[in-house]
């Protein structure tokens, strides 16, 4: 009798194990914003093709929904994180120290990173040492690190208008911010020799100095939710919005770009490398989930495609900046054969 109530008892165990990693019947994703929009039309359109579940997809920011992603393995966690940067390789030991190993990288495309105003707001031109001098929590001021004394756009540049600094943007969560630290702020404080030369000798010291934006109200951290931001700054005189390239180019009718080191944000500027604040989309794949969770497979594929994110695609429409030819071409390969990344090396 003891043989089989443990034999019962081992069979509901197992039964339980069973139950607890069976698949989801959809795929899941998390992470960026500004991938977001990109990453719902797709799952519209692989519903429509297949027949299946449209994808659960979820605006965390990339560092949510990588952080989600890196959780672990199974259903109660994401296939594919949606990034508007690289993953770091913090994350991906995190992920590794989880059990999630083999994870593929894939490039979908273009973003640019926009300073937005309302189209009744005055023409900006920032350069990068501007935005740094005018967000930067801590600024160099004759030749000295010295908390941000700067009121308005003029006092940090004699070109700008006299608005007051306040930008809404979005939060320590976000790829957006991360890249925006990186292009325009690090970007801008390397203009400056003292920066430069900690750069050079110490880059830790010089990130700790330079990354974090100012708490006195000049950056108001907007949350996920890049429309929201657009909404806002619509509705406060002189006011300006940080966010992904493909909402500016969705609302046109409404708000306007500043150009950066006199160039204008446009898809041919961002796709060249020639506006300043120009990066790379991703979506990260757990591989040893293909096969597990129906679909995943395909809508990678879908992703991928020429429809999708290749030029003249559906997701071109949508803001996406398409990959060169010979690009698109070698992530659709990437897509196929599911190589695993190597590990980040910062």
């Known amino acids: 009798m003891k043989t089989l109530l443990g034999a019962t008892a081992a069979l509901g165990l197992l039964a339980g194990a069973s139950s607890a990693h069976a698949a989801r019947d959809y795929v899941w994703a998390a992470g960026s914003s500004t991938v977001f929009p990109f990453s719902t039309r797709t799952a519209e ?10 994808p659960k997809i979820e605006s965390l920011g990339t560092g949510g929904g990588v952080k989600m992603f890196c959780g672990g393995m199974g259903e109660k966690f994401p296939d594919i994180a949606n990034a508007s940067r690289p993953m770091k390789k913090s994350e991906f030991d995190a992920c590794r120290a989880k059990g999630v190993n083999n994870i593929v990288e894939l490039k979908i495309g273009f973003d640019g990173i926009v300073v937005a105003m309302d189209k009744s707001s005055p023409d900006y031109n920032f350069k990068v040492e501007h935005l740094y001098l005018g967000l930067g929590q801590t600024v160099l001021r004759g030749g000295q690190f010295v908390a941000n004394p700067y009121k308005t756009w003029k006092d940090v540049g004699a070109g700008l208008p006299a608005n007051r600094i306040l930008v809404y943007g979005p939060p320590p969560t976000s790829g957006t911010r991360d890249a925006f630290v990186e292009l325009a702020i690090e970007g801008g404080a390397k203009k400056f020799p003292t920066a430069k030369a900690l750069h050079d000798t110490d880059e830790k010291a010089f990130k700790a100095k330079v990354d974090p934006l100012r708490t006195d109200g000049a950056w108001v951290d907007a949350g996920e939710n890049d429309n929201a931001i657009i909404g806002t700054i619509e509705k406060t005189p002189g006011a300006l919005g940080v966010f992904g390239y493909s909402f500016l180019e969705e609302n046109a009718n409404k708000i306007k770009g500043a150009s ?4 204008k944000p446009t898809a041919q500027a961002i796709a060249s490398g020639q506006y300043p604040l120009s990066r790379s989309l ?5 591989k040893d989930q293909v096969g597990v969770t129906p679909g995943l497979k395909e809508f990678i594929a879908e992703f991928v495609s020429d429809s999708a994110t290749g030029r003249g695609g559906y997701l071109q429409d949508r803001g996406l900046i398409p990959l060169p030819p010979a690009q698109h071409e070698a992530m659709k390969a990437a897509a196929g054969k599911l190589t695993p990344m190597a590990a980040p090396k910062s």
Do not use: L, S
């Open 260 to 263: 950066v080191n006199g160039v």
């Open 45 to 54: 359109n692989f519903a429509k093709k297949t027949g299946k579940k449209a």
């Open 282 to 286: 991703y979506i990260y794949v757990k």
